[in-house]
Structures are given as C-alpha cells and as structure tokens.
Nanobody, 114 residues
C-alpha cells in the first residue's frame, strides 16, 4: 500500500514562508508526476503545483510566482516552498501523484493568519 507522508505545515503570518515536504515510496516517485494539493474548509480539493519525473512544473494561477515545487530523487521527497503566504492559502495540503490515486496521506495543516 502506497504511503505518502506530508510534513512542514504550521501557523504563519501573512507574507511569511513555509516549506512542505512529502516522502513517497520510490516505486511511485521515480516514474510519476507528483503534485501538491490543498483543501480549504467547505471547498473542493485542488491541485496547487505539479512536477514531472523530468522536472517540468505547473502551478495554479493564484500561486504562480509565490510557490515553488521541487523533487529530490535521492530522497524520494517532493517539496513545496511557499512564500508571500496569504490568508486564502490556508488549507490542508496533501501530496499525491498526478492524476491522484488512493490512498491519500493525512496532509499537513497550513494556517495563514495574523
């Protein structure tokens, strides 16, 4: 069973930064496009950023220029560097393949508030 483990969330003031990490099994990490998703209260889960096995990236328009996704193949880990955070970035953040597949990890809570 695939296990994805997200970490790095927390409470940060508007304009602050956080770096999220996701450890994934090598069996999927090496071949798959990986993505960071988020789900805010009373909203549907959305794909925020994606990175292919070749390193090409795509971003949700609202985070372009502020977020950066990267991957470390030696560590089977994908990262999301989040800068200039806004209250509307508050959500539970998950990593998964793109397209996504069950099961999901537990996610990591990001709260942007003064």
């Amino acid at each position: 069973q695939v296990q994805l483990v997200e970490s790095g969330g927390g409470l940060v003031q508007p304009g602050g930064s956080l770096r999220l990490s996701c450890a994934a099994p090598g069996s999927i990490f090496r071949l798959k496009t990986m993505g960071w998703y988020r789900q805010a209260p009373r909203k549907q889960r959305e794909l925020v950023a994606a990175i292919s096995s070749f390193g090409s990236t795509n971003y949700l328009d609202s985070v372009k220029g502020r977020f950066a996704i990267s991957r470390d193949s030696a560590k089977n880990t994908v990262y999301l560097q989040m800068n200039s955070l806004k209250p509307e970035d508050t959500a539970v953040y998950y990593c998964n393949t793109v397209p996504s597949a069950d099961p999901w990890g537990q996610g990591t809570q990001v709260t942007v508030s003064s």
